[in-house]
T-cell receptor, first 113, second 116 residues
Framework: SQQGEEDPQALSIQEGENATMNCSYK?????LQWYRQNSGRGLVHLIL?????REKHSGRLRVTLDTSKKSSSLLITASRAADTASYFC?????????????FGGGTRLMVKP | DTEVTQTPKHLVMGMTNKKSLKCEQH?????MYWYKQKAKKPPELMFV???????INESVPSRFSPECPNSSLLNLHLHALQPEDSALYLC???????????????FGPGTRLTVL
């Protein structure tokens, strides 16, 4: 079953613009992760934010987490054509070990050169 | 070595065939996972192995049978599959972090399975 919903489902921007993707989830979490997937390939971990954190940065990525609203956002700044991919949020829900991830529906990002 | 490998990359099988998918990691991770992903959908968790023991089975049909021969290897045995089982099968592994929680998962490239 899908724990998270992502918004928008698809996003098309020009190179150099910023891209923002949102994720909402339903149950309490230990952490929330964002992954990237190029077409038909495996997922690549981007960033993990713990439930007691509100914001985290990694290079051109900025993730926020609002546990009161059960939502997170991923911001990619100064996008590049190579950022074209699907982006998924993943939560560990009620699983105490945190090793049972449930993925959101994903946002398909296209960055036009 | 920070890689999870999966073989084969592509597999076509009939409904009466028996085949196996293989996954290997040498990062010392003690949790390994199988996911199923249909086109334009998110990955869905199938099985979790923790310290070589099956810890989570997400109500997967018995025609899928996982096996963890050792801490580096994970297999998925397939038998009497249906055409709707055609999908990308992803393997992943993760390390137990502080406080006993698991951290990010490292994914393999997947096996594209087609059932005729």
């Amino acid at each position: 079953s899908q724990q998270g919903e992502e918004d928008p489902q698809a996003l098309s921007i020009q190179e150099g613009e910023n891209a923002t993707m949102n994720c909402s989830y339903k149950t309490s979490i230990n952490n929330l992760q964002w992954y990237r997937q190029n077409s038909g390939r495996g997922l690549v971990h981007l960033i993990l934010i713990r439930s007691n954190e509100r914001e985290k940065h990694s290079g051109r990525l900025r993730v926020t987490l609002d546990t009161s609203k059960k939502s997170s956002s991923l911001l990619i700044t100064a996008s590049r054509a190579a950022d074209t991919a699907s982006y998924f949020c993943a939560t560990d829900g009620d699983n105490n070990a945190g090793n049972m991830l449930t993925f959101g529906g994903g946002t398909r990002l296209m960055v036009k050169p | 070595d920070t890689e999870v490998t999966q073989t084969p990359k592509h597999l076509v099988m009939g409904m009466t065939n028996k085949k196996s998918l293989k996954c290997e990691q040498h990062m010392g991770h003690r949790a390994m996972y199988w996911y199923k992903q249909k086109a334009k959908k998110p990955p869905e968790l199938m099985f979790v192995y923790s310290y070589e023991k099956l810890s989570i089975n997400e109500s997967v049909p018995s025609r899928f049978s996982p096996e963890c021969p050792n801490s580096s290897l994970l297999n998925l045995h397939l038998h009497a599959l249906q055409p709707e089982d055609s999908a990308l099968y992803l393997c992943a592994s993760s390390q137990e972090g502080s406080w006993g929680f698991y951290n990010e998962q490292f994914f393999g490239p997947g096996t594209r399975l087609t059932v005729l």
